[in-house]
């Protein structure tokens, strides 16, 4: 049989199938002996999906494909090709995507922050200064909660995170959503990050208040230690602003 003609018997069989599905048997097609056969042969190899395989180029639509499927690979896989930061959207603190390609022309410091770390009192008031001092000049702070190191943001987002910054008197700059920074749950963002600026020992984040420092083009040029002082980066800062 010709591959047009196995073509053909496909398409009645199936609009057979669609229009008679409780009663429909390949009997009920005007069909030679051996072309039931090979129906049949045909069936047993080719799940219902493949049809879109077998027929004709114009009856393949998008439709065919998932879109869940899609959301997936961008969530899990794509972040390797981002050619910058803006590229990626996340979450505020309040559930709101927010898309980064807003701090455009912006040098960005990109923390994982933490309310109950023993790094976190100098952090919050060396992050507020570099905030007081450069805001203006174009430095913007992106601070991403994070629990995964000792549990030491137990933090709700929302109202929670505000309260507890503002009682901190961490005026540290915007603040996203809780995310995880390492392994298969890290934020894509984290993920393109740490792609991006390796640290000494690998890419894994160490710990609380790793920094990594964007330029204006969304490229991240450094990476910098949880114990690195945020005020010892302002010579860094300076020269891309």
């Not at 056969?37 to 439709?63: E, G, H, K, M, N």
Request: aromatic share 8%; net charge positive; with cysteine.
């Amino acid at each position: 049989m010709s591959l047009r003609q196995f073509q053909t018997i496909t398409r009645q069989a199936f609009r057979g199938y669609s229009s008679r599905r409780s009663s429909f048997t390949p009997t009920a097609l005007k069909l030679s002996q051996g072309q039931r056969q090979s129906l049949r042969f045909c069936s047993v190899l080719l799940p219902v999906s493949c049809a879109a395989s077998i027929a004709p180029a114009s009856a393949t639509s998008a439709a065919s494909y998932s879109t869940a499927a899609a959301i997936d690979m961008s969530a899990n896989n794509d972040y390797k090709n981002a050619a910058s930061i803006y590229e990626f959207t996340v979450k505020d603190t309040h559930g709101n995507d927010i898309s980064l390609d807003k701090y455009k022309g912006k040098v960005l410091l990109v923390v994982n922050i933490a309310s109950k770390c023993g790094l976190t009192k100098n952090n919050y008031q060396k992050l507020t200064d570099l905030k007081e001092k450069y805001g203006e000049s174009g430095l913007v702070i992106l601070n991403f909660p994070c629990n995964q190191f000792g549990s030491q943001m137990p933090e709700a987002d929302g109202e929670a995170m505000v309260c507890h910054l503002r009682d901190s008197k961490a005026d540290i700059g915007e603040v996203f959503a809780k995310v995880d920074v390492n392994g298969d749950s890290a934020a894509p963002l984290y993920k393109y990050l740490k792609a991006k600026q390796t640290g000494t020992l690998g890419s894994g984040i160490k710990w609380n208040f790793t920094k990594f420092l964007v330029n204006k083009e969304g490229i991240p040029v450094n990476r910098y230690a949880p114990t690195t002082d945020p005020m010892d980066i302002a010579k860094d800062i300076e020269k891309l602003l």
